[in-house]
């Protein structure tokens, strides 16, 4: 079981980005799937989920009305898309598998990360 995310780059603030989380070897559609980031000398902090239930997605206070998380069942992908992105969004982005109500995320579930630097 493993998940890989892609899709980070180099932006301008206010730019946008939009972060892949594929796997392998399971259905994401079946698990609770969210995203977190780590920015140098800080902790890691979840920044989205989206259940695997009801659909019902959260999101970190600071990104609130900026990013949409989303699935591609078609794809086996899960999706985040983010807008008028800040400074502080700099960080590595993880997408791990979370508890299924989005309260929090499964240790070690991440895997390889994709760097997110929002840079003028």
């Known amino acids: 079981v493993q998940l890989q995310a892609s899709g980070g780059g180099l932006v301008q603030p206010g730019g946008s980005l939009r972060l892949s989380c594929a796997a392998s070897g399971f259905t994401l559609d079946y698990y609770a799937i969210g995203w977190l980031r780590q920015a140098p000398g800080k902790e890691r902090e979840g920044v989205s989920c989206?259940?695997?239930?009801?659909?019902?997605?959260y999101y970190a206070d600071s990104v609130k009305g900026r990013f949409t998380i989303s699935r591609d069942n078609a794809k086996n992908t899960v999706i985040l898309q983010m807008r008028s992105l800040k400074f502080e969004d700099t960080a590595v982005y993880y997408c791990?598998?979370?508890?299924?109500?989005?309260?929090?995320?499964?240790?070690?579930?991440w895997g390889q990360g994709t760097q997110v630097t929002v840079s003028s």
């Open positions: 791990a598998t979370w508890y299924s109500d989005c309260s929090s995320w499964y240790r070690d579930s």
């Open positions: 989206i259940s695997s239930n009801d659909g019902s997605r």
